[in-house]
């Protein structure tokens, strides 16, 4: 390679050029290959340094310095699995380079060409590796423009950057085209501003241009201060003479000779690559006088911030410049009119910059051929937070977020749920799982209340609080506001201080209220951009998770299990009821089972219920799960019950006047039973009606015997009994009694728990046929009356948990086969894990992404079910894939179908009559408190009245119960006896100090298949006391000290 | 007369030392455009932090008020008036790396070093501060230690990773007796 010395001219490029290219068309020959290392900041704090010297060290121990180059890259952009580096000669990618992989790369590798599938790319299904990087998802799903160098060149090396074009699209302008040139191809290119507002760029240097000055600056803004965006810092480290040639052009176009580049103070690296391509610019004539031998001169020099977010803000950056205080001022005087030290002053971003070149080469209209109508070209997004592939992401404007997200970035790990994605940092906002198709490009964004910003894009999955996530953002503007006007100054501190409240459960009714009018005042009163988008986290949060603070502030309840104030343990929070998990565990780790027991009772009497049944949301917000996996709390809790000889009854306070007040209760369900439980222990003497023969609702009803023995559910629901709650069977409202009768009849309050007994038909061909039922009526006959029809073979549509109990059920009484269809994914199954993998075991066939469209009759009964497979589309407002058929159809032949479609309210024709307010969703509207309905006598809990997003599960039932139980006693005697909320005092022994216990979490023992296909008894079976007692010593407490 | 160690070669030096060796760096950014914050820059760079007497000798040879200079020294969040520690800790606490546990980790070396957010160790070895997104966002969380970055720091590895450079020091104690 020729080294650049002074370049006067295109040909002097060409001659730098082509002995580069030459050198690299000798890879594979005379030069065995060459090694390109990820520098970027990312792979560096990974260790990509220490990768570097052990491959150095191999090279030379084998004599091959001639044979085989390394060169330090800028970022690739997987950062998260750093140190990267590729081959140059077969574009194999190597990921998690460690210094012990050095040799075997160059031995094996370099040396025999076999790949090392063990530093491979995984593909993500099928878990085989993909070596070559074109191959790769993640990359091929991108479209490189400004990252078009990053990691293909050294980053040092004016000669690599210069054959790859670099340098030649300036030498043309200067030499060739006019600075009205310039501007007409910005122009054409439709390029927008990409530090955040998303100006028009040609107009900015139209504006400087026509402003007659002797001095103009150019300056580049790479304060690159937004908290979860790194494009510039990569850029600069990657590919610094982009940024040296797009300000150089600008330059020429608007008639500068000085430029600075205002590079914050946390980029070390980045000010050190940047210094060293400016110098070696100079020594090659590209900076300085007379440039290409043209009149044109440019000079350019570093200026450093000293950790300041405002200096992001023009004006304010003008001034740090200055060497003043970087305070901002009021605009217009526009910079392009009276910047820096009074001159006309373009300033432009790191990105932006970086295009110039390649519009210049290219063509404004090549350009504009990527990216939507309004918002053309490419975005450079930082992709980090709760996603599996972090690190940089260049895409054309206007690509959805969901295929960002799931497409390149994979997902979110650890099985969790996307909730939000934050764009802009702390001037955006958030976009919820609704708007997973939202086009990034700068209108949609700005619809949604969000901005493009300068691309940080943070990925949230269910553990972030939005209220939290707010408070956080504010109180970064809160600190980096500069002071100058008011209302940011002290408006973002009242808001900051009103979100705090909230987070440590001091919010009150109205907080929401007036976060909205002080963030509009402050949005709209703010000297600069930092205060007039201050709010926008807070307006944006509010926006898509209002549900979220209203939580926070009358239920006092952090869903993500987050706010310190609200959270005494995450599985404590989570669990709907509110059951003092870290205290009975630790009571189980003590072998006190009756306590544990007691205390578990105190919020849930179901305790032997839902350690079979229960959907254990404690488990999935379990602490321990960051180092191992979550406690098995359902099973300690399955131990502890077990333990149980006589029955364990809480306290229970006995009181004369509301032993006497009457209190129907109608539906004897989870949620119903709890509500009469919690009653009785504040002395009432509740009457439960239910339409049944026997009470339990669908714990008795649908679930079977096999996952809940009907001894254990009536044992419980004895024990309600015993404290004085009187349960009446076969009384069915509407049929047997009214609930005008109720009310003239002396009661006092009413609780309707009456489930969502009805199911939702399919309306599809066929579905009146003999050998169809749906999921309810087929495990309601069998589980009550004792006996059901079965086919030999059975098809079952649906994915949920009536799904999987119908199959089972079928296989037990004696279906030779059985299928269960299912419209979309299997991960998508609303199915417990637990009962899909335990179908799977009794050889029921899943069939997802299967689609029933017909079901063949044949005299009037059913032959088969015909069927269309379907593939995974676009993102739905449920923040899932829409499946979409595909062009074929295919049949499977059976004798019954169970439909299992969904559930609904029996009949709503009661509620019409007394007037009820009812949601679309035929759901009875209630307040989240208290479950009270629209008529003050009235409460409603349990499926038939969901509040807000919850399941419909037993626990959510029973939580329901209790806090309509509290709603109800509050109702009748104007204040809250709730004693059972109190916190209890944990006695056990635990050591904080010491290291957490090494077991891992143990599984249930499950009956065998054979001994388990043809009967129903019980499939989950218990552990020892020994391993019950190791399971719980893995708690780690979190509720130790709060 | 006070001691102090200076940043660059570790070697004792005494502030008068110091002081002109500034002096005659300053003389670089007499006459440079807006050269105060470069100026202050390379001042902190030398005594580890602004001591009064580099400040007063900045106003005079700049020629700016002293009013000026501590204006602009307040302003900055990089620029400090009291000695920092050895090694400065910076914890990440941007986006990425608060959704990912910034704050357990903070908390955690808080515990560790026994100081409070902008503090410094009696020893003189440890200075604690937070950072606002170090651009790291695909390793979060991060800390760096000076100009060195940590990834993927776990609260319960804090004391290890404390430990390191206690015992870098320690090592370098006994170098310097034997």
């Excluded at chain 1, 790859?164 to 927008?192: C, F, Q, W």
């Excluded at chain 1, 900076?287 to 000293?306: C, H, P, Q, V, Y």
């Excluded at chain 1, 002053?345 to 051929?369: C, H, M, R």
């Excluded at chain 1, 295919?890 to 169970?898: A, E, K, L, Y």
Aim: net charge negative; glycine share 10%.
């Amino acid at each position: 390679m020729i080294k650049a010395e002074k370049l006067t001219s295109i040909i002097d490029l060409n001659v730098i050029g082509d002995s580069v290219r030459n050198d690299n068309l000798k890879i594979g020959k005379e030069v065995t290959d060459k090694i390109l290392l990820c520098a970027g900041g990312g792979c560096i704090a990974s260790g990509s340094l220490a990768v570097k010297s052990a491959l150095v060290d191999e090279i030379k121990s084998r004599g091959l310095e001639d044979k085989i180059k390394i060169v330090e890259t800028g970022c690739l952009g997987p950062c998260s699995r750093g140190p990267v580096l590729v081959t140059a000669k077969d574009k194999i990618f190597y990921q998690g380079v460690t210094p012990d992989d050095a040799s075997i790369i160059i031995d094996k590798h370099i040396l025999q060409g076999e790949i090392i599938e063990r530093l491979c790319w995984k593909d993500e299904a099928t878990q085989s590796p993909v070596p070559v990087i074109t191959d790769i998802e993640f990359f091929k799903r991108q479209t490189k423009i400004v990252l078009r160098n990053c990691g293909e060149i050294d980053p040092l090396s004016i000669e690599e950057y210069i054959a790859r074009d670099g340098y030649l699209p300036l030498a043309k302008v200067v030499t060739e085209h006019s600075p009205e040139y310039v501007i007409n191809e910005m122009k054409k290119s439709g390029i927008r501003g990409r530090g955040g507002a998303g100006f028009p760029t040609w107009m900015k240097w139209s504006f400087a241009q026509k402003n007659h000055s002797d001095v103009k600056y150019m300056l580049c803004n790479a304060d690159e201060g937004d908290p979860g965006a790194f494009m510039d810092r990569s850029v600069l480290e990657g590919d610094p003479h982009s940024i040296i040639e797009g300000m150089a052009i600008g330059a020429y176009a608007i008639g500068a000779s000085q430029g600075y580049v205002y590079v914050r103070a946390e980029y070390p690296l980045a000010v050190e690559r940047l210094q060293v391509a400016i110098d070696r610019a100079r020594e090659c004539g590209i900076l300085g006088k007379n440039i290409f031998g043209s009149e044109f001169t440019f000079d350019l020099e570093i200026r450093m911030g000293s950790g300041a977010f405002v200096c992001g803000e023009e004006t304010a950056l003008i001034h740090s410049i200055e060497g003043k205080r970087g305070e901002p001022r009021p605009r217009p005087p526009f910079p392009a009119e009276s910047g820096l030290w009074g001159k006309p002053t373009v300033l432009n971003n790191v990105e932006t910059f970086a295009n110039v070149p390649a519009i210049l080469l290219k063509g404004g209209d090549w350009f504009a051929s990527f990216g939507t109508e309004k918002s053309k070209g490419t975005k450079v997004f930082a992709l980090a937070g709760a996603i599996n592939n972090s690190g940089l992401v260049e895409v054309p404007i206007g690509t959805p977020l969901g295929e960002i997200i799931y497409d390149i970035g994979n997902g979110i790990p650890n099985d969790k749920k996307f909730k939000a994605a934050q764009i802009g940092g702390p001037s955006g906002g958030c976009i919820p799982k609704q708007n997973l198709n939202v086009a990034l490009d700068y209108e949609s964004l700005n619809d949604l209340g969000a901005i493009m910003g300068s691309g940080g894009l943070i990925v949230m999955d269910e553990d972030t609080c939005m209220v939290d996530v707010a408070r956080f953002f504010l109180e970064f503007v809160q600190e980096e506001s500069c002071g100058k006007c008011v209302p940011c100054r002290v408006g973002t501190k009242r808001m900051l201080e009103i979100l705090e409240r909230i987070c440590d459960n001091k919010g009150v009714e109205g907080d929401i209220e007036r976060l909205i009018e002080l963030g509009e005042q402050i949005r709209d009163t703010s000297l600069c951009g930092l205060g007039q988008t201050a709010p926008n986290p807070v307006l944006s949060t509010i926006r898509h998770f209002r549900h979220e603070y209203e939580s926070h502030i009358t239920k006092k309840h952090c869903e993500a299990g987050v706010c310190r104030g609200l959270v005494r343990a995450p599985c404590q929070s989570a669990c709907p009821a509110g059951v003092d998990v870290p205290g009975f565990v630790s009571l189980v780790g003590e072998r006190r089972y009756a306590e544990a027991l007691r205390l578990h009772r105190e919020r849930n009497p179901f305790a032997a219920v839902c350690a079979r049944v229960c959907f254990h949301t404690c488990e999935d917000k379990c602490r321990r799960s960051t180092i191992d996996e979550a406690v098995s709390i359902r099973a300690l809790k399955r131990f502890m019950v077990d333990q149980e000889i006589t029955i364990q009854i809480p306290e229970v306070r006995e009181n004369a006047k509301n032993a006497k007040t009457k209190v129907a209760i109608i539906g004897a369900g989870p949620s119903g039973l709890s509500a009469a439980y919690f009653l009785a222990r504040l002395g009432y003497r509740p009457d439960v009606f239910e339409s049944e023969p026997r009470p339990g609702g669908m714990l008795v009803q649908t679930i079977p015997a096999y996952r809940l023995p009907r001894e254990t559910l009536a044992r419980e629901i004895r024990m309600i009994e015993g404290l004085g709650v009187d349960i009446r069977t076969n009384k069915k409202l509407g049929v047997d009694f009214s609930l005008s009768e109720l009310i003239e009849g002396d009661y006092k309050a009413v609780f309707l728990a009456i489930g969502n007994a009805g199911s939702i038909e399919l309306s599809i061909p066929g579905s009146d046929a003999k050998g169809v039922t749906t999921a309810m009526n087929f495990l309601r006959t069998y589980n009550l009356r004792g006996s059901v029809p079965v086919g030999k073979s059975v098809v079952v549509v649906g994915g949920g948990n009536a799904a999987f109990d119908a199959a089972r059920s079928a296989i037990r009484l004696g279906a030779e086969k059985v299928a269960i269809v299912y419209r979309r994914g299997q991960d998508e199954m609303p199915a417990y894990v637990e009962e899909i993998d335990e179908a799977l075991q009794e050889g029921i066939a899943l069939m997802p992404l299967t689609n029933p469209e017909e079901i063949m009759v044949e005299d009037g009964k059913v032959v088969g079910i015909r069927c269309t497979p379907m593939k995974l589309g676009e993102f739905d407002r449920s923040g899932r894939r829409r499946p979409i058929k595909e062009d074929k159809v295919f049949v499977i032949d059976c004798d019954q179908v169970i439909l299992a479609v969904g559930q609904n309210i029996e009949n709503p024709e009661i509620f019409e009559k007394i007037k009820l307010k009812m949601n679309n969703n035929e759901n009875v509207i209630v307040h989240a408190v208290t479950h009270q309905t629209s008529i003050p006598w009235l409460f409603a809990g349990g499926d038939v009245a969901v509040v807000g997003n919850a399941d419909r599960t037993v626990i959510e039932g029973v939580a329901a119960g209790e806090r309509a139980a509290v709603g109800m006693d509050e109702y009748l005697t104007g204040s809250n006896h709730a004693f059972w909320r109190e916190e209890r005092p944990n006695d056990t022994l635990f050591d904080p100090g010491a290291e957490p216990v090494p077991f891992p979490r143990a599984k249930m023992p499950l009956l065998s298949v054979d001994r388990r296909k043809n009967n129903f008894n019980e499939v989950e079976q218990t552990w020892t006391e020994a391993e019950a007692v190791r399971q719980a010593k893995r708690c780690l407490r979190c509720d130790y000290g709060h | 007369m006070s001691h102090s160690q200076c940043q660059e070669c570790q070697k004792e030096v005494t502030e008068e030392e110091l002081l002109s060796q500034l002096d005659g760096i300053l003389d670089d950014y007499v006459d440079k455009p807006g050269g105060l914050i470069p100026a202050l820059q390379v001042a902190q760079k030398l005594f580890g932090y602004l001591p009064k007497s580099a400040l007063k000798q900045i106003s005079t040879k700049l020629n700016k008020p002293y009013s000026e200079v501590t204006g602009v020294v307040s302003f900055y969040s990089f620029f400090s008036t009291e000695p920092r520690g050895k090694y400065v800790v910076r914890v990440c606490l941007g986006t990425a790396c608060y959704v990912r546990g910034g704050k357990e980790v903070l908390s955690s070396l808080q515990k560790e070093l026994e100081i409070s957010v902008g503090g410094t160790t009696p020893d003189g070895l440890f200075s604690l501060d937070i950072g606002r997104c170090f651009g790291a966002c695909g390793l979060a969380p991060v800390l760096m230690v000076n100009e060195e970055t940590h990834q993927r720091v776990k609260p319960d590895k804090i004391t290890e990773l404390i430990g390191f450079y206690r015992d870098l020091e320690v090592n370098l104690i006994k170098e310097k007796a034997g």
